[in-house]
């Protein structure tokens, strides 16, 4: 699943960009490129007909071919805000769902719709959610903790679901080897 993937929204597609780039300056860049997955959307919508309107996605996907495994990237820029409690409301809570769920169900569709793949072969994939953080320093426990007792929701779609510093996670890609 993984190398259709890659063969689409990287080969045929050229959604890639640089983690700097899709994070919006939050992290610095690796010499890997991510698959910036903002753009994806708009490209469905316009040449594809997958979608009616435009959903609301996650910002970049990573790929770890040898593990045909996908990582759905959403990237939270905290260094403003002062308690993680008066940030991660219902509300955003919420926006942060909607998007993983709107991401899963457009990609699966568009694979459908292309032939690449079928909803159980998209579905029975290994999935991971990243939520990717940056906070003033001494702040990063408290974020930590609280976003991780809250994103346990999508247990039963996925993998693995981390929460994760910037610095901590450009360390994953690198180790992963991921891309």
């Given at each position: 699943?993984?190398?259709?993937?890659?063969?689409?929204?990287?080969?045929?597609?050229?959604?890639?960009?640089?983690?700097?780039?899709?994070?919006?300056?939050?992290?610095?860049?690796?010499?890997?490129?991510?698959?910036?997955?903002?753009?994806?959307?708009?490209?469905?919508?316009?040449?594809?007909?997958?979608?009616q309107n435009e959903p609301a996605t996650v910002d970049s996907l990573?790929?770890?071919?040898?593990?045909?495994?996908?990582?759905?990237?959403?990237?939270?820029?905290?260094?403003?805000?002062?308690?993680?409690?008066?940030?991660?409301?219902?509300?955003?809570?919420?926006?942060?769902?909607?998007?993983?769920?709107?991401?899963?169900?457009?990609?699966?569709?568009?694979?459908?719709?292309?032939?690449?793949?079928?909803?159980?072969?998209?579905?029975?994939?290994?999935?991971?959610?990243?939520?990717?953080?940056?906070?003033?320093?001494?702040?990063?426990?408290?974020?930590?903790?609280?976003?991780?007792?809250?994103?346990?929701?999508?247990?039963?779609?996925?993998?693995?679901?981390?929460?994760?510093?910037?610095?901590?996670?450009?360390?994953?890609?690198?180790?992963?080897?991921?891309?």
């Amino acid at each position: 699943m993984v190398n259709k993937l890659k063969n689409e929204l990287v080969d045929e597609l050229s959604l890639t960009d640089t983690l700097k780039s899709v994070s919006d300056n939050m992290c610095s860049d690796t010499d890997k490129f991510c698959i910036d997955f903002d753009m994806f959307p708009s490209f469905c919508l316009k040449e594809c007909g997958v979608c009616q309107n435009e959903p609301a996605t996650v910002d970049s996907l990573f790929l770890n071919i040898p593990k045909n495994h996908t990582l759905f990237i959403e990237f939270k820029d905290l260094k403003t805000v002062n308690e993680p409690k008066e940030w991660l409301t219902t509300e955003k809570l919420q926006q942060i769902y909607l998007k993983v769920h709107e991401s899963f169900h457009m990609l699966s569709k568009y694979m459908v719709k292309k032939s690449l793949a079928t909803y159980d072969d998209f579905y029975h994939h290994k999935k991971s959610v990243f939520i990717v953080y940056d906070t003033q320093g001494d702040k990063k426990r408290d974020f930590h903790n609280h976003f991780k007792g809250k994103v346990n929701r999508f247990n039963y779609l996925v993998e693995n679901i981390q929460v994760i510093n910037c610095d901590n996670f450009k360390q994953f890609i690198i180790k992963e080897n991921l891309c």
